[in-house]
T-cell receptor, first 111, second 116 residues
Framework: DQQVKQNSPSLSVQEGRISILNCDYTNSMFDYFLWYKKYPAEGPTFLISISSIKDKNEDGRFTVFLNKSAKHLSLHIVPSQPGDSAVYFC??????????FGSGTKLNVKP | DTGVSQNPRHKITKRGQNVTFRCDPISEHNRLYWYRQTLGQGPEFLTY????????KSRLLSDRFSAERPKGSFSTLEIQRTEQGDSAMYLC??????????????FGPGTRLTVL
């Protein structure tokens, strides 16, 4: 029942460069997508979201892109900072009743 | 209000014992979710409450698991006859009513369960 997949378990990026994290999903009924950031020993922290009626949403250094035809979601972080180093999860939902999470991508931003 | 709180933060128990976890959501939030997370995986949905009504329940929630939210505020998750496979982080999250673009789930710090 892996409806949301993050195929890259890890990503390493130089400080100041762009980080691109990817997420694929299989259920065309998903209408809301979110990205979370997680540090060890803490619960996930919300970063940014996008509804299925949009294809882009920006919030400061973070931009989420949604390609519905490809069932693909990406998170861009520009410029990347060492404090961005964490595990990033994408999640998808229909109507906020049930959320499906990917397995996460561990981002390492090198100084 | 300081966010979603969960108690206890850590629980070690012996196989076959029952355990209960508590979640206190953000006060105005009528939606409450429970998840389970194991090492290297993302959170797995367990159940969803809207006010006191349990509206969604995962197949993962076997008959040994039960969740309640009796007055639509705090929630409890009980695991009966624990097994070693139940060892995981149990996360609670809450959301406000409505489906605005800015709505999201706010997660608590989790309860780490270790079954010996």
């Amino acid at each position: 029942d892996q409806q949301v997949k993050q195929n890259s378990p890890s990503l390493s990026v130089q400080e100041g460069r762009i980080s691109i994290l990817n997420c694929d999903y299989t259920n065309s009924m998903f209408d809301y997508f979110l990205w979370y950031k997680k540090y060890p020993a803490e619960g996930p922290t919300f970063l940014i979201s996008i509804s299925s009626i949009k294809d882009k949403n920006e919030d400061g250094r973070f931009t989420v892109f949604l390609n519905k035809s490809a069932k693909h979601l990406s998170l861009h972080i520009v410029p990347s900072q060492p404090g961005d180093s964490a595990v990033y999860f994408c999640a998808a939902s229909t109507g906020f009743n049930k959320f499906y999470f990917g397995s996460g991508t561990k981002l390492n931003v090198k100084p | 209000d300081t966010g979603v709180s969960q108690n206890p933060r850590h629980k070690i128990t012996k196989r076959g014992q029952n355990v209960t976890f508590r979640c206190d959501p953000i006060s105005e939030h009528n939606r409450l979710y429970w998840y389970r997370q194991t090492l290297g995986q993302g959170p797995e949905f367990l159940t969803y409450f809207q006010n006191e009504a349990q509206l969604e329940k995962s197949r993962l929630l076997s008959d040994r698991f039960s969740a309640e939210r009796p007055k639509g505020s705090f929630s409890t998750l009980e695991i009966q006859r624990t097994e070693q496979g139940d060892s995981a982080m149990y996360l609670c999250a809450s959301s406000p009513p409505g489906l605005a673009d800015t709505d999201t789930q706010y997660f608590g710090p989790g309860t780490r369960l270790t079954v010996l």
